[in-house]
């Protein structure tokens, strides 16, 4: 099994910047890629950015391109989701999700381990 861990998140101004990370234990070596999804109350989990352990190769959502970027340190077993130029329509909990192996990054059953969830608002 493996463990995810978010941390990072809270409340913001419009405008603004935050840093969420992810941190994975147990069975690390399972895992292919991690990715951020994010929800609304009374919606589906929406794709945030997708990266590829072995290499780093990055993807993103639509509504993030150009403001969100994601990394992680695999020596630390971590990913971080860096968001910036905030806006409040981002307001959402955000997840991080593990795969063991992967087709479409942007469907949510091709994820096998999810964190607890960590709220970021962000104000007007």
């Known amino acids: 099994q493996v463990q995810l861990v978010e941390s990072g998140g809270g409340l913001v101004q419009a405008g603004g910047s935050l840093r969420l990370s992810c941190a994975a234990s147990?069975?690390?070596?399972?895992?292919?890629?991690m990715s951020w999804f994010r929800r609304v109350p009374g919606k589906e989990r929406e794709f945030v950015a997708f990266i590829r352990w072995s290499d780093g190769s990055t993807a993103y959502g639509d509504s993030v391109k150009g403001r969100f970027t994601i990394s992680r340190d695999v020596a630390k077993n971590t990913v971080y989701l860096q968001m910036n130029s905030l806006k409040p329509e981002d307001t959402a909990v955000y997840f991080c999700?593990?795969?063991?192996?992967?087709?479409?990054?942007?469907?949510?059953?091709?994820?096998?381990?999810w964190g607890q969830g960590t709220q970021i608002t962000v104000s007007s």
């Open positions: 147990g069975r690390t070596f399972r895992i292919y890629a």
């Open positions: 999700a593990a795969s063991r192996s992967i087709v479409v990054i942007t469907r949510t059953s091709e994820y096998d381990f």
